[in-house]
C-alpha cells in the first residue's frame, strides 16, 4: 500500500490540495464537513430562483461574506472564486447558493436590499490557486515571528494566528488582549518587516480555542471548534440554578472561561424551578416540623427530615403536594405525619451504558462437587438392595417425596412484598375493593 504524501487536508479553510507528480500544479478542490461551521444546503431541490446570483463565500476559520455574480459567468457550489477585496483581490470557496443564501443573510441580519456586496471577479485560474498557496505557506512563519516582535516591545497581547489575503498583498493578524494595546509602532515594525498590509482584529478567548480546536472533558470536540459561531455571555448563575458546585477547575474550559455547555440545559432547569416551591422555613406537621434538606429538580421530588441538621432519614413529597401542605400551614391546618405520605411516583432515568459485562457472553463454569463418584455409587447401590432381597417385582415402588422449600420466610407477605413504600408503619389505607368478575 502506497501513501500519496502530496495530497494536503486544509480543514481551516475546508479544501484538499493536491499536487501534480509530474508538473508539480498545485490543484484545489472543495471538500464538504472537513471545516468547522460547514453547511448543509436543505434547499437544495426547492430552488425557486431566488437569490440566483448571490453566492456564500467562505475563508479560513469562521471568516465568511456574501458576493454578488453580476457578469452572468457559471459558478457551482465547491468553485474557488476570485472575488471583490478592500485592497486588491481574495480567494475564496463558495459553500452555499440558491434559496438558502437568503435564510443565512437573515439568520446574520443583512438586508439584501439595501446592502451593496462585493464582486464576484471570476474562477480562480491556475495562477491564482498557486500565488494563494505561497501565501498560504508564509502565515506560520509570519505569525512565529509577530509573536516574537511583540514580546520584545513588551507589549502584552498574544497574537493567534495569520491570514494571507489570497493575492498575497495584505495579512490579517488575530490577537489576544485582556487591556487596551496601543499597536501603532507595533503595526509599522510589520510592515517593514514582512512587506504587506497588516490589519490587527482582536479575538476573545473562546474565539482562540476554536481556532486551535482539541478535546473537551467529555470526550468529545471543543464546541467552540465545532460548531458555535455567536459566543453567550456565561456566568456563575448558570451553575447555581442546575445546583452544579462552584468549583472553578471543573466549570472553566480549555480557554480558562466558563464551558459554553453550562448553558445547553439552563432553559430546562428553570423551567423545572418554576413548578417547585421556594421554602423557607419548615412544613408543619401533627408530629412535628420538617425541614427541607434537598431537591431533585428534574424529578421535581422535595425531601424533607424532621431533624432539621441530618439528612439520615428523609422522606420524599412531590413538589405539587408541597404547595398544597403550604397552603394548609397558612390556613393554620396540619397534616397527620409525614411518614404517612405514600412515596411520590417519579420517572426512573434507565441508561444502558455500562450495565453489560464484558464476559456476559461466556459460558458458566460449573463447580465440581467433591465426593459426586461416592454419592453416585450409593445411589445405585441402594437402589438394587430390594431387587436382591426377592421382593415383589409388581409392587409399587414408593412415591417420591415432594421437595420442600426450606427457605426462611421474608416477613408475613413474602415476596410480594416488593414494589411497594418502605413506610408500611404509615397510615391505613383500607381494604382492597373487590374486583369485578363481570357477572
Known sequence: MTINESIQYDCSRGCVVTHDEQTGEARCSYRAGCCKLGDYNWLKYAADGTFRNIYEVRFKNTRKGFYVNDSAQSIRLGDLVVVEAVTGQDLGIVTLEGPIVGRQMRSRGIDPETTQFKKIYRKARQSDIEKWQEAIAREQDTMIKARRIAAEMGLEMKIGDVEFQGDGSKAIFYYIADGRVDFRQLIKVFAEEFRIRIEMKQIGARQEAGLIGGLGICGRELCCANYISSFQSISTAAARCQDLSLNPQKLAGQCGKLKCCLNYEVATY??????IPKVSEPLEFEDGQAWLRKTDILREVMYFSYDRSSDAELFPLDAAEVWDIIEMNRNGEKPESLRSEPEPYVPEFVTAVGDDSISRFDAPKRK????????????GAKAAAPAAKGGNENAA????A????????RGGHGGGNRGRGRRQGGRDRGPKPPQNSGE
Open 368 to 379: 465440581k462437587s467433591r465426593g459426586g463418584k461416592n454419592r453416585s455409587k450409593n445411589r
Open 402 to 409: 415432594e421437595p420442600r422449600d426450606e427457605r426462611p420466610e
Open 397 to 400: 415402588a414408593p412415591k417420591p
Open 270 to 275: 428553570l423551567d423545572a424551578q418554576s413548578r
